[in-house]
């Protein structure tokens, strides 16, 4: 037995430490194994407790060994996946909900909570936690962390954290927000003295430290849902339509889709997809209309304003609001039945932020690559998504995505090829940011920022300087 594994089972136990080959390699890959090499790491250690993982961390720091923080691994972007090695720190232990607080809105979290588990304990307090559209065995924690895509995005924004403790490459532990003032009367502010050192943490796939503990805020739980769903031929109308129900802050969330996602979601055998093509336009948005009993009457309201707002634009889909289909309600009710997003083959998407308005030139841009690179334009979907805090279309959320045969090789080369033209093109086209890149895709966008990226550099070396934390995720 090694004398690290040694040292691992000391801090954690025996039975938390493995460096058994066939448990590293159910480590080695994901669901982008097409794109991102898998690779095991060389131990998987089981924490149950934040001082576990402050004498983990201290080991490695000392040792110089790479840490990979793993919540739920299902990340669909290899970003738990090692690049070189190390240590595959697997939170899963760490998994109680240590609050659920009704007055401040909020809860407090270990990384090993499932969505599944904290919207469950939430409804028995007629409350709700943020629902990203994923498997419910995702960490909240990680898919905070990384800012996602939520069902209530438009009301309620992406930004679900105020504060968390992490545990630093060198094993100390920062409270972030208000949780950093010692008599502070709780961790539900994530506004402190100075700089929002909770946002330093976000949006960086594990590589400046390890959350061991998060507050983020819930939302009252809504148990009366509406739909409004229209189709369009006309990507400027469906964007001027979308950018109108955010002037009025109508709904819950909202999205406009290519047909082909909207097909993907509830045509039941995957031969069907394709027979939806043109039934309701090339593009359809929908809006969902949460509320309660109380709030019954904005809803009606907001119901009124919907529909007045898609009658007095140029919508198709046979001249009518069409109902929502039942497997779409499903699938924007919780828990989100995912398998369907995986009828047509494994799942592909290159997703980034950018301006709304510019939809329709984005998505030219996006087809003229596409076609370049010899791909099917019929299997190219494409949607966009609006925030809460881009009510007015200030950034917005773009996916360009394909289902595809993993064991094609002449297929999976077209997508690896468009892929790197396109991680070009994004910032050609105007994009502020890649949503979840996969390792090493940042690298066509860093050397184009600037002081932006020196600086981000700069704090990444202060706080990691022996580049332990998830290595070649970020900064290749
Ligand atoms: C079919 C499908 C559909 C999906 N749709 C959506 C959607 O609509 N909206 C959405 O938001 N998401 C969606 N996702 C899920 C999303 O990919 C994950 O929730 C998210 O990426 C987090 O993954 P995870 O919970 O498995 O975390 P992991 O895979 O464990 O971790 C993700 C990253 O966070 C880091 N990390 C993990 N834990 C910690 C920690 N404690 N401290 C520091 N860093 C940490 C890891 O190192 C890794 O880089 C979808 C996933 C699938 C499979």
Same mark, same amino acid.
């Given at each position: 037995?090694?004398?690290?594994?040694?040292?691992?089972?000391?801090?954690?136990?025996?039975?938390?430490?493995?460096?058994?080959?066939?448990?590293?390699?159910?480590?080695?890959?994901?669901?982008?194994?097409?794109?991102?090499?898998?690779?095991?790491?060389d131990y998987v250690v089981r924490?149950?407790?934040?001082?576990?993982?402050?004498?983990?961390?201290?080991?490695?720091?000392?040792?110089?060994?790479?840490?990979?923080?793993?919540? !739920?691994?299902?990340?669909?972007?290899?970003?738990?996946?090692?690049?070189?090695?190390?240590?595959?720190?697997?939170?899963?232990?760490?998994?109680?909900?240590?609050?659920?607080?009704?007055?401040?809105?909020?809860?407090?979290?270990?990384?090993?909570?499932?969505?599944?588990?904290? !919207?469950?304990?939430?409804?028995?307090?007629?409350?709700?936690p943020a629902v990203p559209g994923?498997?419910?065995?995702?960490?909240?924690?990680?898919?905070?962390?990384?800012?996602?895509?939520?069902?209530?995005?438009?009301?309620?924004?992406?930004?679900?954290?105020?504060?968390?403790?992490?545990?630093?490459?060198?094993?100390?532990?920062?409270?972030?927000?208000?949780?950093?003032?010692?008599?502070?009367?709780?961790?539900?502010?994530?506004?402190?003295?100075?700089?929002?050192?909770?946002?330093?943490?976000?949006?960086?796939?594990?590589?400046?430290?390890?959350?061991?503990?998060?507050?983020?805020?819930?939302?009252?739980?809504?148990?009366?849902?509406?739909?409004?769903?229209?189709?369009?031929?006309?990507?400027?109308?469906?964007?001027?339509?979308?950018?109108?129900?955010?002037?009025?802050?109508?709904?819950?969330?909202?999205?406009?889709?290519?047909?082909?996602?909207?097909?993907?979601?509830?045509?039941?055998?995957?031969?069907?997809?394709?027979?939806?093509?043109?039934?309701?336009?090339?593009?359809?948005?929908?809006?969902?209309?949460?509320?309660?009993?109380?709030?019954?009457?904005?809803?009606?309201?907001?119901?009124?304003?919907?529909?007045?707002?898609?009658?007095?634009?140029?919508?198709?889909?046979?001249?009518?609001?069409?109902?929502?289909?039942?497997?779409?309600?499903?699938?924007?009710?919780?828990?989100?039945?995912?398998?369907?997003?995986?009828?047509?083959?494994?799942?592909?998407?290159?997703?980034?932020?950018?301006?709304?308005?510019?939809?329709?030139?984005?998505?030219?841009?996006?087809?003229?690559?596409?076609?370049?690179?010899?791909?099917?334009?019929?299997?190219?979907?494409?949607?966009?998504?609006?925030?809460?805090?881009?009510?007015?279309?200030?950034?917005?959320?773009?996916?360009v995505e394909t289902w595809f045969?993993?064991?094609?090789?002449?297929?999976?080369?077209?997508?690896?090829?468009?892929?790197?033209?396109?991680?070009?093109?994004?910032?050609?086209?105007?994009?502020?940011?890649?949503?979840?890149?996969?390792?090493?895709?940042?690298?066509?966008?860093?050397?184009?920022?600037?002081?932006?990226?020196?600086?981000?550099?700069?704090?990444?070396?202060?706080?990691?300087?022996?580049?332990?934390?998830?290595?070649?995720?970020?900064?290749?």
């Amino acid at each position: 037995m090694s004398r690290l594994v040694r040292h691992l089972e000391d801090i954690v136990g025996e039975e938390n430490v493995t460096d058994d080959e066939e448990v590293l390699w159910t480590y080695a890959r994901d669901q982008q194994w097409p794109f991102v090499p898998p690779m095991r790491p060389d131990y998987v250690v089981r924490p149950k407790s934040r001082e576990e993982v402050q004498a983990v961390m201290r080991l490695a720091y000392r040792e110089r060994i790479p840490v990979i923080p793993y919540s !739920a691994g299902i990340n669909v972007r290899g970003l738990c996946i090692p690049t070189q090695g190390g240590i595959m720190l697997d939170m899963r232990k760490m998994n109680r909900i240590l609050e659920i607080n009704t007055e401040m809105m909020a809860c407090v979290i270990e990384p090993g909570v499932t969505i599944a588990q904290l !919207a469950s304990e939430c409804m028995k307090h007629g409350v709700r936690p943020a629902v990203p559209g994923c498997p419910a065995t995702a960490s909240a924690v990680a898919n905070y962390s990384l800012r996602g895509l939520y069902h209530h995005q438009w009301k309620d924004g992406i930004e679900n954290v105020l504060s968390m403790e992490v545990v630093l490459p060198n094993g100390e532990v920062l409270y972030t927000g208000s949780w950093g003032f010692p008599n502070s009367p709780g961790p539900y502010s994530r506004y402190g003295q100075g700089p929002d050192l909770t946002g330093l943490f976000q949006n960086q796939p594990g590589t400046m430290g390890v959350i061991t503990k998060m507050c983020a805020k819930l939302f009252p739980y809504c148990d009366i849902k509406d739909w409004v769903v229209a189709g369009y031929d006309d990507l400027n109308e469906l964007v001027r339509v979308i950018l109108e129900f955010g002037k009025y802050e109508i709904g819950t969330s909202c999205m406009g889709m290519h047909w082909l996602g909207f097909a993907m979601i509830f045509s039941g055998r995957a031969e069907d997809v394709m027979e939806f093509k043109g039934t309701w336009g090339e593009y359809v948005v929908w809006l969902a209309i949460e509320g309660t009993e109380e709030t019954k009457g904005r809803m009606e309201w907001e119901r009124e304003m919907a529909e007045n707002i898609v009658r007095n634009s140029n919508y198709v889909a046979g001249g009518e609001i069409f109902p929502m289909p039942e497997d779409l309600v499903n699938e924007m009710t919780y828990p989100r039945d995912v398998a369907s997003w995986f009828r047509l083959g494994s799942y592909y998407a290159v997703p980034f932020f950018a301006q709304m308005k510019l939809a329709p030139v984005y998505h030219e841009e996006t087809k003229k690559l596409w076609l370049k690179h010899g791909l099917d334009y019929d299997t190219c979907g494409w949607f966009i998504a609006p925030f809460d805090y881009c009510k007015h279309g200030q950034s917005c959320y773009y996916e360009v995505e394909t289902w595809f045969d993993p064991t094609n090789e002449e297929e999976r080369q077209k997508l690896i090829n468009f892929t790197d033209e396109y991680h070009q093109k994004i910032i050609e086209m105007g994009a502020y940011a890649y949503f979840r890149p996969n390792p090493g895709n940042m690298s066509a966008a860093l050397p184009l920022m600037g002081n932006y990226a020196k600086l981000w550099k700069a704090i990444k070396d202060l706080i990691d300087p022996h580049d332990i934390m998830n290595p070649g995720k970020v900064f290749v």
